[in-house]
Each structure stands twice: as C-alpha cells, then as structure tokens.
T-cell receptor
Framework: SQQGEEDPQALSIQEGENATMNCSYK?????LQWYRQNSGRGLVHLIL?????REKHSGRLRVTLDTSKKSSSLLITASRAADTASYFC???????????FGTGTSLTVIP | DAGITQSPRYKITETGRQVTLMCHQT?????MFWYRQDLGHGLRLIYY???????DKGEVPDGYVVSRSKTENFPLTLESATRSQTSVYFC???????????FGPGTRLTVL
C-alpha cells in the first residue's frame, strides 16, 4: 500500500498546548495534503505541501516535509477545544491522480 | 445550494441487493472521487473520474460500478451488496487531480 501512516494514533492534550502529528509514507510524491475530520462529518482540507517545499504555514498550522525521510509533520499551535478531530495525511504516490490516505490521528483537546 | 451533496445519508440494505449512492457537485469540478472509510483502514479510493465519461479504478474497486454521464453527478452502484461493503462512503470533487479535494458529508451504508 502507498498510504501514509500517521503517528500517534491518538493524542490528548490540554487547551493551549501544541499538538504534533506525524505522517510517514512509502513512495516518492508530488504533493502531500493534510485533512481534518470532525466526528460524523466529511473531511476538510487544511494544507497542501509540494515535494519541493520544506515548510508551510496557515494560521495556527505548520506543516513540514522531509522527502529524504518520506515524512511530514503537522503542528497545531495554541490548540483549542474546537481542534478536537481526526487528522489525516494524504499522498499522491507520484501518480498525480490518486491520493492515498492514512489511518489518521485522533486528537482530543481538553478544555 | 452550492457544494457537494450525497444521498442518501443513511442506508440499510440486505445482502445481494443493488444499491446506488448519489453524489452531486455544483462547482463543475473535473475530478470526482469515491472513497470508503473503515476503522483501521482510513479512507480508500474506490473509483475516480477525470471528466464526464472518463472513470478509472482506485485501490478497492471490486464489487462497485460507477458512471459519469454529467460533470456534476457521479453515482456509485453496488450491484450485489455484501456485508463487507458495510462502510461510510465519501464522495469528493476537485478542479484538478492534484488540488485539494472537497468532500461530501458521507453516506453510512449497512448491509445486513
């Protein structure tokens, strides 16, 4: 399988703390994306990082990409209870027309 | 309403029955996707479509059929449902193959 694997599977933190999730993948990629899924809802796109980029920011989100290690991390700073959700990475496996999703990290932010 | 919608939201059926899940998007996105989400497997791509009348298999296409006669619709049919097809099904669309995907709310399908 070309899917990414998120680590940890579950994470519980206090409001205001930072949350870091990691994604490892197996094949070379063009793009890597992070998505959020609230319970019972569809996925929402957070950020896309291309293979020639090393870091990207969007609000309280920071994504890094290390293609030599085939890994990416998602950092959420100053977490809020509303950040409670599952987070998925998705890689295109260098195919350009399919994205492969990992099994996700379940984040719980305790108020 | 603008966006991407799926119907029905919940469906219970019996083994052997044919079931069609509907997906409709109003953005005129070229690409549309069908995923299934199962505990421990994340999302897995069933089929995708690059344009009307162009479809291709994803990771887990067996037991499913798709069609795309119009850009805005991408129905998924289970020709003879099996218990292993009990899952949550998500439709998504995207303007290109490498951009962000916009997901529908999902259809929870139970096959008894």
């Amino acid at each position: 399988s070309q899917q990414g694997e998120e680590d940890p599977q579950a994470l519980s933190i206090q409001e205001g703390e930072n949350a870091t999730m990691n994604c490892s993948y197996k094949t070379s990629i063009n793009n890597l994306q992070w998505y959020r899924q609230n319970s019972g809802r569809g996925l929402v796109h957070l950020i896309l990082i291309r293979s020639n980029e090393r870091e990207k920011h969007s609000g309280r989100l920071r994504v890094t990409l290390d293609t030599s290690k085939k890994s990416s991390s998602l950092l959420i700073t100053a977490s809020r209870a509303a950040d409670t959700a599952s987070y998925f990475c998705a890689t295109d496996g260098n195919t350009g027309n399919q994205f492969y999703f990992g099994t996700g990290t379940s984040l719980t932010v305790i108020p | 309403d603008a966006g991407i919608t799926q119907s029905p939201r919940y469906k219970i059926t019996e083994t052997g029955r044919q079931v069609t899940l509907m997906c409709h998007q109003t953005w005129s996105h070229s690409y549309m996707f069908w995923y299934r989400q199962d505990l421990g497997h994340g999302l897995r791509l069933i089929y995708y479509s690059a344009a009307a009348d162009i479809t291709d298999k994803g990771e887990v296409p067996d037991g499913y059929v798709v069609s795309r006669s119009k850009t805005e619709n991408f129905p998924l049919t289970l020709e003879s449902a099996t218990r292993s097809q009990t899952s949550v099904y998500f439709c998504a669309s995207s303007p290109t193959s490498y951009n962000e995907q916009f997901f529908g709310p999902g259809t929870r399908l139970t096959v008894l």
